[in-house]
């Protein structure tokens, strides 16, 4: 995919060595951005929103997989990718794709769930609730996808309700939400779904990265602290977080000051912020409003320790204010999960998509639906939701990648899928633990300065 928020070649791989110190369908859909690999391996199909002229999800059939049917199994397995390939955060897109269709290779390679051909069929939500509605109802009942890879917090919060009718067992890389602490999973019962809520995310939560964020502020002797937040949810999200695990661990917040977004020029609110005392101050914005901000931070020689929140952590930020932003933190969950180091290097190859926690978890998030699928031994969804736990928390052989899973599984053997960004021992509401990484912005990049582990904010938290 081409545009003017894809990174080059070169900025990416300098960026990512920064960093590392801390078939899929065959029609064709956004222009530039379908393809095949080399070697003729077709790229996931990526389509324009769908009109809402489908039936209604309930009308779906419950459990699918597309192709025609052989007395040993499907021809195809298809599971559907909501993607935010236009709207505010596309420039996040591109890793996730790549990740996807990397993982797609693989399992393919090792002749797909079920000895079947594994697709992805990506289609483009904006970030949009009521487009990501149309989207999801146009996999269940147009594609029928066996299970869906992705969604945002901000898709999901106000579908929730729609999302638990659909009984579709959806994995996703991004969602960070509060809102998903105790909603999701399989609630440690596999063998009974009455009280499944259908949602897994391979992604550690806002609580623990927020959680991980205020750590890093108060160890380092920054016990007072300014917020500039935008109003939109997500972002409002992360400063309350933030804001209570910082005063619950003994730090002081000396104001909030919150803004629209899409002003041209925030240098008012930066100076009502400014006119407090305090050792530090954090960003919550988009990355196009942050850019405007940082700019007018930086012109206006306010000065002060500057902490970002996570979704800012993109080389397009680098790329337009990364000498303003010189020495800012962000906290992240760590992209080094237990398997990121045989990783890494295919993604790299793989593709030129600036490396992320997000595009990370894809990879497992993919894998895991595909071993859920292969373990379930049917294209049938409730199955699938009953395999996902099995396939990947702890008791069974470990696994890294698709293939591995497979062998055993067709072996016998229970598996234990341990992901490139986390272990995926996921909790009985669908989460992760992961730890979470503090870096510095300097102008060619984010170097990793230091890592909260999971272990000390896993006691922080009481229920996720």
Same mark, same amino acid.
């Given at each position: ?48 929103? /769908? ?30 990718? /909501? ?17 996807? !269709? $990397? ?71 991004? /969602? ?42 108060? *160890? ?42 899409? &002003?041209?020029?925030?240098?008012? *609110? ?45 080389? !397009? ?28 290097? &295919?993604?790299? *190859? ?20 595909? $071993? ?45 899928? *341990? ?46």
């Amino acid at each position: 995919m081409s545009g003017d928020n894809e990174p080059t070649e070169t900025s990416n791989r300098r960026r990512f060595l920064k960093l590392a110190g801390t078939g899929v369908a065959l029609s064709t859909g956004l222009a530039g951005c379908v393809g095949t690999e080399d070697g003729g391996t077709p790229t996931a199909t990526e389509t324009e929103t /769908p009109g809402d002229d489908t039936p209604t999800a309930t009308e779906a059939d419950s459990g699918t997989a597309t192709g025609t049917p052989t007395p040993s199994g499907p021809d195809t397995v298809t599971i559907g990718q /909501p993607a935010s390939l236009t709207g505010q955060w596309d420039f996040l897109q591109p890793a996730v794709s790549q990740s996807t !269709d $990397l993982a797609s290779q693989e399992i393919n390679e090792a002749g797909g769930p079920l000895d079947a051909t594994f697709e992805v069929q990506r289609r483009d939500t904006a970030v949009d609730p009521q487009q990501a509605r149309q989207v999801v109802r146009q996999f269940i009942n147009s594609d029928q996808v066996a299970a869906i890879n992705g969604l945002f917090s901000s898709e999901i919060v106000p579908l929730w309700d729609f999302l638990q009718e659909q009984r579709t067992p959806i994995i996703s890389p991004w /969602p960070g939400s509060t809102y998903l602490d105790t909603r999701g999973g399989d609630k440690a019962t596999p063998s009974d779904l009455s009280d499944d809520e259908w949602l897994w995310r391979t992604v550690i939560g806002d609580t623990v990265h927020t959680s991980g964020a205020a750590t890093a502020m108060i *160890e380092n002797d920054f016990e007072t602290m300014g917020i500039l937040s935008a109003t939109t949810a997500g972002e409002e999200g992360w400063t309350s977080q933030f804001v209570n695990w910082y005063e619950s661990l003994g730090g002081t917040i000396a104001e909030v000051v919150s803004a629209e977004a899409g &002003k041209s020029s925030y240098q008012a *609110e930066l100076s009502r912020l400014f006119e407090n005392d305090f050792d530090a101050w954090g960003l919550s914005f988009a990355l196009e409003d942050a850019t405007t901000i940082i700019r007018n931070w930086d012109e206006g020689g306010y000065g002060g320790q500057l902490l970002l929140e996570d979704g800012l952590m993109s080389g !397009d930020l680098i790329d337009a204010v990364g000498a303003a932003a010189e020495g800012a933190w962000i906290a992240a969950g760590s992209t080094q999960g237990p398997n990121y180091a045989s990783f890494e290097p &295919k993604y790299q *190859e793989f593709g030129d998509a600036e490396i992320h926690t997000w595009g990370v978890a894809a990879y497992d998030a993919t894998n895991i639906l595909a $071993l859920a699928i292969h373990h379930a031994g049917e294209a049938n969804r409730e199955a699938i939701e009953q395999s996902i736990g099995a396939v990947s928390r702890e008791g069974g052989t470990p696994v890294s990648t698709f293939a591995e899973g497979k062998e055993a599984l067709d072996a016998g053997d229970e598996i234990n899928y *341990e992901g490139a960004v986390t272990n995926d021992d996921f909790t009985p509401h669908g989460n992760v633990w992961g730890d979470v990484a503090v870096s510095t912005v300097t102008p060619d990049g984010f170097e990793q300065a230091f890592t909260i582990g999971a272990d000390t904010l896993q006691g922080r938290i009481d229920d996720y």
